[in-house]
């Protein structure tokens, strides 16, 4: 997962990167890109061949702030740009939300934020549902296609799936465009051909189209599914604070039924990446047999520790014991030692239900 910084993997004329501190501010200026994401910015007078994991400019500058250091690189992670409010009114919790995502001040994108984690997650269903029988059927089609299936999904390649299933619903649609723009033209026809297979442009070519748009209130229910996939956008990205925070909402099928899964995860940053031995992880989604059950997971080092969250807590203990030791044995293949297992009222998790907001505590590097 990508970070919204610079990654400095060594210096040029011999100077080293060791001379700035974690946490240090620093003002950075572009000072020449020798090709897409890579450049040389000035720190202090010195200049310095970067990888720009950010969109910058020729001679832009702004403040970063000394993410990680470690041997042959050092993380600067980018300040969020404060643009001036103006006649926008910005709430002080959304004012917080935009910063610490990185984003500028902008109507659509606060009505964006503050609408995807707090939307009822069988919307999607029923949206889908209203364009049953219309001239857009074909876009339910293409996003029963773009899912996975919940039986289908296994050890070896579930992963693989899932990484394959946010792509085929487009959350990397513009990344793709523009690095299509870098390849020969055999390779780029093979990428717009692909690009087309995703429900975003599927979306957006029926909103141009204007096909079929006046039945069943057809139109206004394009554009929400499209507001909804550009909200996901914004909140899988890792945000610009020291800990890295994303917000996923995850189509699965069961039993070709769609079932929302609602996954929140905070983690220190390892490098341009999420670190999986210091980080949290939320999920919350419906079972036919507990209905709405939450998992709030804490990994530390190679342990983990976990609450298992229901409003049903009759049949909870017997359910958990029956799984216990082969949940234990797929942790330990992945390297974990499970060392604490905790049950509670789904209801009353205040906090947890706020972590799946996007509402976070500070810090994650903690031991349950």
């Known amino acids: 997962m990508e970070v919204g910084g610079i990654l400095a993997p060594g210096a040029i004329n011999g100077i080293g990167l060791n001379q700035w501190h974690l946490g240090e501010r620093l003002l950075v200026e572009v000072v020449q890109k ?41 993380l600067l992670i980018r300040e969020p ?3 001036k409010q103006g006649d926008i009114h910005v709430a002080p919790q959304q004012f917080k939300q935009l910063t610490e995502r990185g984003l500028p001040i902008n109507q659509e994108i606060i009505t964006l934020l503050k609408t995807f984690p707090t939307a009822n997650t069988g919307i999607l269903g029923a949206l889908l549902t209203s364009l049953q029988g219309t001239p857009l059927d074909g876009l339910l089609m293409n996003f029963r296609k773009s899912i996975p299936k919940w039986e289908g999904l296994s050890e070896e390649t579930g992963a693989e799936e899932l990484v394959e299933c946010l792509r085929k619903l487009g959350l990397n649609y513009e990344q793709r465009i523009q690095q299509m723009m870098k390849l020969d033209s055999q390779t780029k026809e093979v990428e717009k051909n692909s690009l087309k297979d995703t429900f975003k442009f599927a979306l957006l070519e029926a909103i141009q189209n204007q096909e079929g748009l006046d039945y069943h209130d057809s139109e206004e229910t394009v554009t929400n599914l499209l507001q909804k996939l550009t909200g996901q956008q914004l909140w899988i990205k890792t945000g610009a604070l020291d800990n890295a925070y994303l917000l996923l909402h995850l189509p699965l099928l069961n039993q070709e039924q769609l079932v929302p899964v609602q996954i929140a995860i905070e983690s220190a940053r390892k490098g341009g990446k999420m670190d999986e031995q210091h980080c949290r992880v939320g999920i919350q989604m419906e079972t036919q047999q507990l209905g ?6 804490f990994f530390y080092l190679d342990s983990l520790t976990f609450r298992v969250l229901t409003r049903d807590l009759q049949f909870l203990p017997q359910l958990l014991e029956e799984v216990l030791p082969e949940t234990r044995t797929q942790f330990a293949k992945l390297g974990f030692n499970l060392t604490k297992i905790e049950t509670g009222d789904l209801a009353q998790n205040i906090e947890f239900q706020n972590f799946l907001r996007g509402i976070r505590r500070s810090g994650v590097d903690v031991q349950r």
């Open 34 to 74: 020798t090709g897409e994401g890579e450049g040389t910015i000035r720190v202090k007078g010195q200049d310095v061949f970067a990888l720009l994991e950010t969109p910058t400019e020729l001679g832009e500058k702004f403040w970063v702030k000394v993410g990680n250091l470690s041997e042959g690189s050092l």
């Open 292 to 297: 709405q059950v939450g998992i709030d997971a």
């Open 81 to 83: 740009l404060m643009e």
